[in-house]
């Protein structure tokens, strides 16, 4: 993805496209009940929003929300409206407000794979372009350009977040002077939530970060079937790249581009067949497969990938030798999204062998995440 914001038109043009994959506006307490297990004893604290000043509004809010400690086991850091290479990878997509779970260890204020949702600021409500009633059957009001393209700025932050971490849906805030909205992006849609008008009502707004804060990983929408690597596993990959590297050179072949150019983000995976068996491989995202801009679509990801050990919680040095590296070899994973109505692209290919077209890719492991059956979300 871009480590640019787009430029105006751009990101209007984003807003625009992603019209028919909105659902909304829901009822608050809908989407609060929907989305997030219900938690009791949420406290309000209106004073967290009634003496925010509307100048800076998001830098007092954060601190205030710190101070009050409204949104337990998370820290909210307010980020310069104007900084340069203020992120792991010199990105200048910086929202309002970035929300870190409290161990995390960003290495700057804008450390998108550490960042577990944003807020955002808008200097008026007139920067809102959803209708509170429906008009013609349109939730969406295109007239005003700055508000179409706040809104692209939303979902571009949306999008860079789910690019740069394993994620199913992430959650976000988009704040006005005195109202907000509540948004959850997955790859199928967008929900936005009515209105909240936190200055004189603030209880809805507090539900939200109460519940949050009482949410698993996997309820924050973390793909449980995607792990770090530790740092033996690390070791491993590093030495099957290596011995591919030296094998491609003696033999004169050539090398994927994305193989001289891994960085330190190895991930382990669980990947399925259409068996139903499960094996784990160690993975490394490539950079140069172009991404998906919007926060919904197949957003589709290539990896270079190797299997894991059989047995993960074991010493991984003791078998990064030549066996274990033999035992490997480099592959090529592709993780997106598809309609359940859609034919998997495996079996297209099977198809198409059958029928005797050439220079297909040798599949050695194909099949869907069975989500139903690993893990439950809301």
């Given amino acids: 993805m871009s480590t640019q914001t787009p430029d105006p038109s751009t990101l209007r043009d984003i807003a625009r496209q992603t019209h028919g994959h909105t659902i909304g506006p829901m009822p608050v307490q809908d989407f609060l009940d929907k989305f997030l297990p219900n938690v009791h004893n949420t406290r309000t604290r209106k004073q967290a929003y009634n003496r925010t000043p509307n100048k800076k509004l998001y830098r007092a809010f954060s601190k205030t929300m710190g101070d009050l400690n409204l949104c337990p086991g998370f820290r909210l850091v307010s980020l310069p409206t104007e900084t340069k290479n203020s992120t792991r990878s010199g990105h ?4 309002g407000i970035a929300v870190y779970p409290q161990d995390a260890r960003p290495i700057s204020v804008c450390d998108w794979p550490l960042m577990d949702f944003f807020i955002e600021w808008r200097p008026d409500e007139d ?94 929408g973390y793909d449980p079937t995607v792990v770090p690597a530790t740092n033996a596993e690390k070791v491993l990959f590093r030495a099957r790249v290596n011995e591919y590297l030296e094998r491609a050179k003696m033999e ?24 139903g ?87 050695r492991r194909t099949g869907d995440v069975r989500a139903g059956s690993t893990f439950k979300i809301p």
């Fill in 92 to 95: 200048k997509l910086l929202p």
């Fill in 252 to 275: 004169n072949l050539r090398t994927h581009p994305d193989v001289h150019t891994l960085n330190d983000n190895i991930v382990k995976m669980k990947v399925h067949d259409m068996s």
């Fill in 277 to 363: 068996r499960t094996a784990w491989y160690l993975a490394c995202k490539c950079s140069t497969i172009p991404t998906n801009p919007l926060p919904c679509g197949r957003f589709t990801r290539g990896f270079i990938a190797t299997p894991a050990l059989s047995s993960p919680q074991r010493n991984a040095t003791r078998k990064s030798g030549q066996d274990a590296v033999k035992k490997g070899g480099l592959f090529w994973l592709k993780d997106s999204w598809r309609s359940s109505e859609d034919d998997s692209e495996a079996s297209i290919y099977y198809n198409l062998r059958g029928k005797g077209v050439p220079n297909l890719p040798d599949i």
């Fill in 127 to 220: 920067f809102d372009c959803y209708y509170e009633d429906y008009v013609n059957d349109q939730i969406l009001d295109d007239s005003c350009d700055e508000a179409f393209e706040m809104r692209g700025r939303m979902f571009t932050y949306a999008a860079q977040l789910m690019d740069c971490q394993h994620r199913l849906f992430v959650f976000a805030i988009d704040m006005f002077d005195s109202y907000a909205r509540l948004y959850r992006f997955d790859p199928s849609c967008i929900v936005v939530s009515d209105l909240i008008e936190y200055r004189k009502d603030p209880r809805l707004l507090d539900q939200f970060f109460a519940r949050y804060s009482a949410l698993s990983r996997i309820q924050r």
